[in-house]
């Protein structure tokens, strides 16, 4: 039987970064080819803060724009929108109900996100977020899940809600696995080199965009902060801004650390700089085009979209159907 995987990535932004791109999606697009994959846009997720409509709107076919232009095959995998699944919200609301309070509350980005806004404000959707992210799981009974490090806690969540759903009511849900991820990149930022790219990066030059122009992608790669001495060379304590560029060729290149070291041997920063710029232009470059020509015929991508969830639907429905009558919900009659 072929293996089934569930991961998603919340639209938050215009454009996912280098980060998304080498720590999550290039591994999502090694996934499909040996498995049954769903991907998905959890726009429900993204509404536990507050968000323009307008541009969420606009996010949400970005980020699929990026999937596929990134090379998500949707007719291989089933790439859909969270919001056109009912059956996400509909399980979200029974495992809101076999979660306890205390076991929410212990939930560390819930502490961290309420943290941000005071506890006061942080909307109860917040508190909610992993067990709707419980729902989006099983209700695809996948094998397993990868994600990065900071899901973990939720992924455990899922597992134990799915053991204890089982133990109730009977066997209904594939318990699915924690995947490590794999040998992902971890991309730091381009200015500070010893904090992650994120979105939220201090300054917009730390920041290496999917959807940057070649020349802004190259300007980024070549103003990156370097480290003192001039010895090219892997060691991410010593010399991180060196080795996050190392990182990232290495990641786009195939080529090992020892390569690299041996080819810019006697090599200044500059030229592991305008090697790499290049690389990552003839990489990226085409992406951001193939996005934005997808982006070009939002009717045509929708209509992706909805056969997505289509596929999607008739995978969540049985699940959904065998959960209430589990609980003993009344069938409605026909
Ligand atoms: P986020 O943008 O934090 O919601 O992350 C979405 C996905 O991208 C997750 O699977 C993360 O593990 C991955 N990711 C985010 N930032 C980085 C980074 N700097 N390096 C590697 N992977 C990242
Ligand atoms: N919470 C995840 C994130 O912020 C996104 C997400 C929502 C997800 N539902 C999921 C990831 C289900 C994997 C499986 O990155």
Same mark, same amino acid.
């Given at each position: 039987?072929? &293996?089934?995987?569930?991961?998603? +990535? #919340? !639209?938050?932004?215009?454009?996912?970064?280098?980060?998304?791109?080498?720590?999550?999606?290039?591994?999502?697009?090694?996934?499909?080819?040996?498995?049954?994959?769903?991907?998905?846009?959890?726009? +429900?997720?993204?509404? $536990?803060?507050?968000? @323009?409509?307008?541009?969420? $709107? *606009?996010?949400?076919?970005? %980020?699929?724009?990026?999937?596929?232009?990134?090379?998500?095959?949707?007719?291989?995998? $089933?790439?859909?929108?969270?919001?056109?699944?009912?059956?996400?919200?509909?399980?979200?609301?029974? +495992?809101?109900?076999? %979660?306890?309070?205390?076991?929410?509350?212990?939930?560390? #980005?819930?502490?961290?996100?309420?943290?941000?806004?005071?506890?006061?404000?942080?909307?109860?959707?917040?508190?909610?977020?992993? /067990?709707?992210?419980?729902?989006?799981?099983?209700?695809?009974?996948?094998?397993?899940?990868?994600?990065?490090?900071?899901?973990?806690?939720?992924?455990?969540?899922?597992?134990?809600?799915?053991?204890?759903?089982?133990?109730?009511?009977? =066997? %209904?849900?594939?318990? !699915?696995?924690?995947?490590?991820?794999?040998?992902?990149?971890?991309?730091?930022?381009?200015?500070?080199? %010893?904090?992650? +790219?994120?979105?939220?990066? *201090?300054?917009? @030059?730390?920041?290496?965009?999917? /959807?940057? $122009?070649?020349?802004? /992608?190259?300007?980024?790669?070549?103003?990156?902060?370097?480290?003192?001495?001039?010895?090219?060379?892997?060691?991410?304590?010593?010399?991180?801004?060196?080795?996050?560029?190392?990182?990232?060729?290495?990641?786009?290149?195939?080529?090992?650390?020892?390569?690299? &070291?041996?080819?810019?041997?006697?090599? /200044?920063?500059?030229?592991?700089?305008?090697?790499?710029?290049?690389?990552?232009? &003839?990489?990226?470059?085409?992406?951001?085009?193939?996005?934005?020509?997808?982006?070009?015929?939002?009717?045509?991508?929708?209509?992706?979209?909805?056969?997505?969830?289509?596929?999607?639907?008739?995978?969540? =429905?049985?699940?959904?159907?065998?959960?209430?009558?589990?609980?003993?919900?009344?069938?409605?009659?026909?």
């Amino acid at each position: 039987m072929t &293996e089934r995987v569930l991961s998603g +990535m #919340q !639209p938050s932004a215009d454009s996912l970064h280098l980060g998304n791109y080498l720590g999550a999606l290039v591994s999502w697009i090694d996934l499909q080819e040996s498995c049954d994959a769903f991907f998905f846009i959890p726009d +429900m997720h993204a509404v $536990t803060v507050a968000q @323009n409509p307008a541009e969420l $709107t *606009e996010r949400v076919r970005r %980020t699929a724009a990026q999937y596929i232009a990134a090379g998500i095959d949707p007719e291989r995998s $089933t790439l859909f929108v969270q919001s056109h699944v009912p059956q996400h919200a509909q399980l979200a609301w029974v +495992m809101i109900c076999q %979660t306890g309070m205390g076991e929410a509350g212990r939930m560390t #980005q819930f502490k961290d996100k309420s943290a941000k806004s005071g506890s006061e404000h942080a909307g109860v959707g917040l508190f909610t977020y992993p /067990m709707l992210q419980a729902a989006d799981i099983l209700l695809y009974q996948p094998h397993s899940v990868p994600v990065g490090e900071d899901q973990k806690q939720h992924v455990e969540l899922t597992r134990n809600l799915a053991q204890r759903f089982n133990h109730r009511y009977g =066997e %209904t849900f594939r318990v !699915p696995e924690l995947t490590v991820p794999q040998a992902g990149a971890r991309i730091y930022d381009l200015q500070s080199p %010893t904090a992650k +790219m994120s979105k939220s990066a *201090e300054s917009p @030059n730390g920041l290496l965009n999917l /959807m940057d $122009t070649d020349k802004r /992608m190259a300007k980024k790669i070549r103003s990156a902060v370097t480290d003192d001495g001039a010895e090219i060379r892997f060691d991410r304590e010593a010399k991180p801004g060196v080795s996050n560029l190392l990182s990232i060729h290495s990641a786009l290149s195939g080529k090992s650390f020892e390569q690299l &070291e041996d080819e810019f041997a006697g090599k /200044m920063y500059g030229h592991l700089k305008v090697d790499l710029a290049e690389i990552v232009v &003839e990489r990226l470059g085409p992406v951001r085009d193939r996005a934005l020509e997808l982006l070009d015929d939002p009717a045509e991508l929708d209509a992706l979209l909805a056969r997505g969830a289509q596929k999607a639907r008739a995978a969540a =429905e049985p699940v959904l159907a065998d959960v209430y009558q589990k609980l003993g919900f009344l069938p409605a009659a026909a």
